[in-house]
């Protein structure tokens, strides 16, 4: 066998190891869906007259405010996976199981690689009932089977990023504890986007902000694809922000894991 596949293999033995931790441990995921799920529900019902009649001329039930928020809201749910695998990684650090790892002859990629996939494919999960809901309760999108794939995809690839940042996290927190308030700003700096009003309505500082930091592009690229509305430029640069992102993250988790880790 070659070096990649042994690489292959460890690494798919770390990922069932990582899913079946989130099938016997499953609060971590729980909280990961609920906080977007509530969110959602309170948006619409609590807030969406008196935030969409300002948008969309919505009603005062909600009516179509939740079409403009619910995009914002599962991106939100995909955010809300960096939690997951900061905390994960960060409890193998603590237990000294990544000291283990190393005086094993798997892959040292293999590690990092399980944590990541796994919580990629949790956190995709957690986006897909996030998105059953906001279907449940109004959210009427206007997308091709080809504009759900790319919103998919564009989703998957932010979750990539952000999960390589968060494992980078995991390793440098010393408890667990600090590892799961870490990403804690990432997964709110959606709300100081245009997740839940449009950036023209905000202060002309915090507008600047929001125009110009990673989500808010990615929340126009996803609701345009769902809602039909204009995408401009956006598309673009929410590639060029998860490519950097996850690159960045990358590097940073692959030098971390390779100092000696304290239990």
């Known amino acids: 066998m070659s070096t990649l596949t042994y690489a292959v293999a460890d690494s798919l033995t770390m990922l069932r190891r990582n899913l079946k931790h989130a099938l016997r441990y499953p609060a971590m995921t729980f909280s990961v869906v609920l906080m977007p799920v509530m969110m959602l529900l309170l948006f619409t019902y609590a807030f969406g007259g ?3 009649a300002g948008i969309s001329g919505a009603p005062a039930g909600g009516g179509a405010y939740i079409d403009y928020v619910a995009p914002g809201i599962i991106l939100m749910a995909a955010t809300g996976g960096a939690v997951m695998t900061a905390v994960g990684v960060c409890v193998d650090k603590t237990e000294g199981i990544v000291n283990r790892f190393r005086t094993m002859s798997i892959s040292r990629a293999a590690f990092l690689t399980g944590h990541v996939v796994g919580s990629l494919v949790q956190t995709m999960l957690g986006v897909v009932l996030v998105t059953a809901v906001a279907l449940a309760i109004g959210f009427r999108p206007d ?9 998919a995809g564009l989703l998957a690839l932010l979750t990539l990023a952000l999960t390589w940042l968060s494992a980078g996290v995991g390793l440098v927190a010393r408890t667990p504890e600090s590892a799961s308030n870490l990403p804690l700003p990432v997964t709110f700096l959606p709300f100081l986007g245009s997740a839940i009003v449009p950036t023209d309505s905000m202060p002309t500082g915090m507008r ?56």
């Not at 997308?143 to 919103?151: D, I, N």
């Open 50 to 52: 008196a935030i969409g």
């Open 143 to 151: 997308a091709s089977l080809v504009e759900w794939l790319a919103a």
């Open 208 to 263: 600047l902000f929001a125009d110009h930091q990673p989500f808010t592009p990615v929340i126009e690229t996803l609701r345009g694809l769902l809602t039909g509305t204009g995408i401009g430029t956006s598309g673009y640069v929410s590639l060029a922000w998860c490519t950097g992102l996850g690159l960045v993250g990358y590097l940073w988790a692959r030098s971390a894991f390779g100092r000696p880790v304290k239990p």
